[in-house]
Nanobody, 128 residues
Framework: QVQLVESGGGLVQAGSSLRLSCAAS????????MAWFRQAPGREREFVAA????????YYADSVKGRFTISRDNAKNTVYLQMNSLKPEDTAVYYC?????????????????????WGQGIQVTVSS
């Protein structure tokens, strides 16, 4: 069992940067693949980025590639999402997700059903 708590959201202007954090409980954080998803009003939850258990592999949605960076600090049980060059279309509730696996990442990391644990979400609003 792992509990996830997001922080770092807020209201920013287009072109700005923001860093989200997701703190995980438990002593086995390093055994989990971690990911970020987001959900805009009236839209389905969508994949943003994922990182493997040791941080060696990352995966990004095309819409954020080159602007967002996912990273993790296993000593601090925390995963981050650095968001640069933010656009109004990045406005959404951002969710942290976890799956206990040491396996190789595939295209399946994009699917909501791949993840067993979710945070409560945090609002990010980008004004134009």
């Amino acid at each position: 069992q792992v509990q996830l708590v997001e922080s770092g959201g807020g209201l920013v202007q287009a072109g700005s940067s923001l860093r989200l954090s997701c703190a995980a409980s438990g002593r086995t954080f390093s055994s989990y693949r971690m990911a970020w998803f987001r959900q805009a009003p009236g839209r389905e939850r969508e994949f943003v980025a994922a990182i493997s258990w040791i941080g060696a592999s990352t995966y990004y949605a095309d819409s954020v590639k080159g602007r967002f960076t996912i990273s993790r600090d296993n000593a601090k049980n925390t995963v981050y999402l650095q968001m640069n060059s933010l656009k109004p279309e990045d406005t959404a509730v951002y969710y942290c997700a976890a799956k206990r696996t040491l396996g190789t990442m595939t295209e399946n990391v994009r699917y909501i059903s791949e993840y067993d644990y979710w945070g409560q979400g945090i609002q990010v609003t980008v004004s134009s």
